[in-house]
């Protein structure tokens, strides 16, 4: 009688690593199914949608949309996760709660098959319960230690606005919407635009403050009025005092639940 298939996914946006991990588990885990291999956060997001894995192996640091953003719809669906990490500093020590793995890159195969085993035991034993409510609280014990800190956030955003440029104060900012080569920043009082792609924008900001909730669009979190569904069953989303209503796509309704 064959072993029972277990499905994954893996993101990895650095091709020789996702290459190697993909040989890896091919060995160590010959019944994992990978359901998915992804290029970036983004990717990854959409396709835990579509395929709820029971198991993420997600580089923690990836553009745009990073591990920590996958690792929560994963955690959602009630899935598991293991991190990958070049970083061997004071962050990876959080891992060792239990609830996640870590793999240091380069990964080797005995740490691998380590992971494997772990995630296996895992899975023998959420049986019943419910494995994504400690992952969700590990996850926000790890964002806050890799969160960007200090001279790294963004404070002041300077935009065109027709012949002029405008300053906004961050705190000012509403929401961040990408259009063809430009990006949008729109305050209360106006709006302009930049040439800043919107996942370095990303990068610079406080991840409790403003949340990606489509593929081209980022919203602070205190502006959010509702978010209701249309009559064709899509998602919006709207702002206090706005009357623009904004896109949330299904790989970001997990941010939602419960609100």
Known sequence: MSAARITGLLAEDEAPQRRALIEQLGRAWPELELVAVCEDGLQALEAVQAWRPQVAFLD?????????????????????VAFTTAYDDYAVRAFE??????????????????????LRMRLDE?????????LQALIDGLESRLRPRGERLI????????DSVRMFGIEDVLFFQAQEKYVR??????????RTPLKELLAGL???EFWQVHRGTVVRVRAIERVSKNELGRHGLSLKGHSERLPVSGAFLHRFRGM
């Open 185 to 194: 920043v729109v305050a209360a009082d106006g709006e302009g635009v930049i």
């Open 97 to 118: 709660a239990g609830a996640v793995d870590y793999l240091l890159k380069p990964v080797q195969p005995a740490r691998l098959e380590q992971a494997v085993e772990r």
């Open 126 to 134: 959420r049986r019943g319960g419910d494995p994504g409510a400690g």
């Open 60 to 80: 923690i640091r990836m553009p745009g949309v990073g591990g920590l953003d996958v690792a929560r719809a994963v955690a959602a669906h009630g899935g598991l």
């Open 206 to 208: 406080d991840p409790d």
């Open 155 to 162: 404070r002041w955003i300077s935009a065109s606005a027709g």
